[in-house]
């Protein structure tokens, strides 16, 4: 039994296991593009933030904006870390099939 799905299979297809598995870890590297976007996005407002609060970079700034910019940068790299695992893994997946 599937435990993803629930299908009941009399016999272990190794070709269509694999096309599931390339399948997963394809759709692992997309959300992991988007989660990156995501952390991009972050940096950026955190630097508007940043832009806003220092008057036009007239004045010392606050905490906040720094923080979020120095947690989004380290989020990103971490994503883009396993990124690159996701699409190694996935090389390796699709020569199998």
Known sequence: MCPECGDVRDKNDSQQD???KRRM???RV????MI????????VAGFGWYWWD?????QSSS???LVLQGLAAV?????RG???AARRRLKIISRAV
Request: proline residues 3%.
């Open 54 to 58: 220092t008057g036009g970079f007239q």
């Open 82 to 84: 396993l990124l690159f």
């Open 30 to 33: 997309y959300h992991l593009k």
């Open 25 to 27: 870890m394809r759709d």
């Open 18 to 20: 694999a096309e599931i």
């Open 75 to 79: 989020a990103y790299i971490v994503i």
């Open 36 to 43: 990156s976007y995501l952390a991009i996005t972050v940096f």
């Open 63 to 65: 905490a906040g904006p």
